[in-house]
Each structure stands twice: as C-alpha cells, then as structure tokens.
C-alpha cells in the first residue's frame, strides 16, 4: 500500500521566515504533486515533478527520487501563504488513482 | 474559465433526503474523482472513473452512488443522506495516466442534520 507521510502536520512561523514542508512516499512514483488550499477554499496545484527542482516565485520544490523524499520551500513568507500544503503522489505502472498526504497547514503571522 | 465546475457550493440537508452534486470539466479529461475531506483525515477516495462509460468504487464508497454521464461530466448521488455525510466534497480530473495535473473543483460544503 502506498503511504504519503508529511511533516509537520502543523506549522507556524513569522512573516520573511524561511519554510520546508516535507514529504515521503514508499512506492514508485510517475509523479509528485504540491497542492495548495487556502481556508474555505479550493484546491489548486502548485507543482507536479517527477525529477529535480521547479520553482515558481518564492515557492521551491524539490524530489529525491532515490530516497522517495519531496520538500516544499516558501522563501521570505509572507501571510498570504497561511493554508494548507498537501503533497499528493501518482504511482508508477498505470494506476489511475493518486494517493494524498493529510496536509501540512501553515500559519504565517505579520 | 477552463477547469473544473461543482454545483452546488452549499447545500444543507435533512437526514433521510437525497441530492446529486454535479461535475464537469471542459479539459477533455479522461478520468475524474470524488473525494470527500473531513478534518484530520485528509481527502478520502469516494468513487471514480478512469474514462468515460466505467466507475469504480473507492476508499469511502458507501452510501454514495455515481454516473459517469459524458466524458465532461461526473456527479455524485447520496441516495438517503445520513449526519455522517457531512463533509466537504471535491470533484478531481487529469488528462489519462498518471503524471499530468490534477484539477479540483472548487468544493461542495454539505451538511447533513
């Protein structure tokens, strides 16, 4: 069965902080998704990797293939990054279903 | 805006009533998902459709029923809402296999009393 485990569950930091939010899955992957929801709202995707590093603006995000590990970076944080980050995987070998962490919600304080 | 459409946003029912959420996508995508989300639980599989004309059950399918109605559109039916269906619903879609993005809609907040 695959497992996505992220750590913390819960975080909260000071506006400018620098931020990681990890992730560890156990099986093969085809590809590793951050998503992104805000209180009360939708789901969106921030990034879908499969090898590497992206970036887009502040955010940073980073797979180990090797050793089935994701990190998640916000630089200098700022509080409209308050909500919850959830890194989701989609399994090698066809499957259609993705498997989703529990979240990692994050508090940014001014 | 292209992406995915859930109706309704609210609903509040009685115990016992029925209701369908709907579901539409206009990204040509071949599979599509309900999940429900409940706090400290995460999002939870309810059903899916790998592509048009199949469903299969998920994590949670129970007291749930589905139609894969085109390849757009994928609702949701609870046949006889109990308290324990009160939950926040996503619709999901991605374009085939694994490995593109996955879409939500915007979320469905139903409460059952």
């Known amino acids: 069965k695959n497992e996505v485990e992220q750590s913390p569950q819960n975080l909260t930091a000071q506006e400018g902080e620098f931020i990681t939010i990890n992730c560890s899955y156990s099986?093969?992957?085809?590809?590793l998704h951050w998503l992104q929801q805000h209180p009360g709202g939708g789901i969106v995707s921030l990034f879908m990797?499969?090898?590497g590093k992206k970036k887009h603006g502040r955010l940073i995000a980073t797979i180990n293939i090797q050793e089935k590990h994701s990190s998640l970076h916000i630089t200098a944080s700022h509080p409209r990054d308050s909500a919850v980050y959830i890194c989701?995987?989609?399994?090698?070998?066809?499957?259609?279903?993705?498997?989703f962490g529990r979240g990692t919600s994050l508090i940014v304080h001014p | 805006n292209a992406g995915v459409t859930q109706t309704p946003k609210f609903q509040v029912l009685k115990t016992g009533q029925s209701m369908t959420l709907q579901c539409a996508q206009d990204m040509n995508h071949n599979s599509m998902y309900w999940y429900r989300q409940d706090p400290g639980m995460g999002l939870r599989l309810i059903y899916y459709?790998?592509?048009?004309?199949?469903?299969d059950k998920g994590e949670v399918p129970n007291g749930y029923n589905v139609s894969r109605l085109n390849k757009r559109e994928f609702s949701l039916r609870l046949e006889s809402a109990a308290p324990s269906q009160t939950s926040v619903y996503f619709c999901a879609s991605f374009f085939g296999f694994s490995g593109n993005t996955i879409y939500f809609g915007e979320g469905s907040w139903l409460t059952v009393v």
């Open positions: 990797l499969s090898s």
């Open positions: 099986v093969g992957i085809s590809a």
């Open positions: 989701a995987v989609s399994p090698s070998g066809g499957s259609y279903i993705p498997t």
């Open positions: 459709s790998a592509s048009e004309g199949t469903t």
